[in-house]
């Protein structure tokens, strides 16, 4: 399918659950405490992003759809904390109300050496107050209106506990001929009966089931089948982590989807980002196994993240980019460059950026290459373009196109990235990447090298490595021509 830009952007999706915050604490340990076995951490910086409910609406709204997230906050920072930042977002926040009963839900995580060491978690997570519940219904009645779908996010801190309360939202929602999309919590789910579909993991579907789940295709289909018959919803969607996804219709066959994760690093968040893919996807008119897919593609970039972190529609259509083209090839637009370095960064790798036109890619090429990758965890190559090469060599070059160019980069191992650029330098392109370090060849003086203001002024590198002698793109070029 063709994902674009605007392939959500007329989707309203209204978000319904327990909204908390979610906090990182960044630091490394050096050494074990000597008041008891335990790890001591030096801490360093502190992150804050929407948790719960909020990052399903903070997926929804990377995926550029319009959402409303309706939720329970505690009169306190935390919560005025979480209308900032979801109005940053684009997310409406008026259906966001505060109690007093209760503080606002947070969990705060102890991140070192790319590991969550322990979570620390602030909750009162007790059913609502009549006067809460009222409040909530008469929101959502409003919000409803002007929903494609409603979305139900249980984690089971009180919002969602009442079997009342999320029959009452199903059938507003019936009413208004929208789907409901269910991500559930606990072993009872007679307080979803009737939604449009559930996305249980294997370890939920258990709890409801009573037992282990049974292996093998045929058995998955059968237990599948028989929780969705029982609870009277069209769809039942099951993740099942490294072997991908079960979607059960009332058709005969069950959709088995292989797993895209291809680097594990952190699976927290990636249920939320399968829920808010599949309503959005079905949100915006598509098929619901085409929806079911493109799920599948974007919890397989989430859990690429260290951290909860939504996923964006650049992520997303470069995936779906990289099925129509070769495996080894790895060049790709800007933005999305600039969103895979981030994310890359945020796991704990340092990028190296060089860049040049590569025109007849020879051993020197090769060479350089190899030493810049060695500087750090991953190499970007800036491609000048062919009308840059023009400006740059002359008529004659490029000799190679720079589709094909940037094809024989991204077979060597030492790249993992190409991004070609149009401008006669790449200042732009390090602007919007922000590399650890810049690499050029040791002719260049260090006050030559373009960006290398840009890369300091943020705390990277300029580093210089040494050529290897008789071996250049011209040199080549003018024995070719001598020999006709």
């Known amino acids: 399918m063709q994902i674009n830009t605007d392939t959500f952007s007329n989707a309203r999706v209204l978000v319904v659950g327990d909204v908390m915050l979610d906090r990182y604490i960044w630091g490394e340990v050096e050494r074990i405490s000597p008041e008891a076995p335990v790890p001591v951490v030096k801490t360093g910086e502190t992150s804050e992003i929407l948790g719960g409910a909020g990052n399903v609406a903070a997926n929804l709204a990377g995926l550029g759809c319009h959402v409303t997230l309706v939720g329970l906050l505690g009169d306190d920072e935390t ?79 009180g919002m969602m506990q009442t079997e009342g309360l999320c029959q009452m939202l199903i059938r507003m929602a019936a009413a208004k001929g929208i789907p409901v999309f269910v991500d559930p919590k606990g072993s009872d789910w007679d307080r979803y009966h009737g939604a449009t579909c559930i996305t249980p993991n294997t370890s939920e579907l258990e709890l409801v089931l009573g037992h282990r789940l049974s292996p093998g295709e045929t058995a998955v289909t059968d237990q599948v089948e028989e929780t969705r018959t029982t609870y009277g919803l069209a769809h039942l969607l099951l993740t099942r982590g490294a072997d991908g996804m079960c979607l059960k219709t009332d058709a005969e066959k069950a959709l088995f989807i292989p797993t895209e994760a291809r680097e594990v690093f952190d699976v927290s968040g990636a249920g939320d980002t399968v829920i808010a ?79 040049g036109c590569f025109d007849l890619l020879h051993h020197g090429h090769v060479d350089i290459l190899h030493k810049a990758r060695n500087l750090g965890n991953r190499l970007v190559v800036g491609l000048n373009s062919d009308a840059s090469v023009h400006r740059l060599k002359g008529s004659r070059r490029p000799i190679v196109k720079e589709e094909d160019r940037g094809a024989i980069l991204s077979a060597l191992s030492s790249v993992d990235l190409v991004v070609i650029f149009d401008e006669d330098t790449p200042i732009e392109l390090i602007r919007a990447l922000k590399p650890d370090i810049l690499v050029k060849g040791a002719d260049y003086k260090p006050h030559e090298v373009v960006g290398k203001e840009v890369v300091e002024s943020y705390g990277g590198r300029v580093e210089l490595v040494p050529l290897m002698e008789g071996h250049s793109t011209t040199g080549i070029e003018q024995r070719i021509l001598n020999q006709d």
């Open 79 to 157: 919560g005025r904390r979480i209308t900032w930042l979801a109005k940053d977002m684009g997310i409406k926040t008026n259906g966001l109300f505060t109690s007093t009963e209760r503080p606002t839900t947070t969990k705060t995580r102890i991140m070192a050496q790319k590991q969550q060491l322990f979570r620390l978690d602030s909750e009162v997570a007790t059913t609502l107050s009549e006067a809460d519940e009222a409040q909530l219904i008469t929101t959502c009645r409003s919000a409803v209106e002007e929903a494609d779908a409603l979305l139900l996010s249980d984690y089971g801190k």
């Open 277 to 355: 893919t599949l309503a959005a996807s079905v949100a915006a008119g598509l098929p619901f196994e085409s929806s079911a897919r493109l799920a599948n593609a974007a919890a397989g970039i989430v859990v690429g993240k260290l951290g909860t972190r939504p996923v964006t529609i650049g992520e997303l259509k470069q995936v779906e980019s990289d099925k129509k083209k070769s495996d080894f090839i790895k060049t790709c637009d800007r933005a999305t460059a600039a969103h895979t370095v981030a994310r890359w960064q945020d796991n704990g790798d340092e990028v190296v950026f060089t860049n």
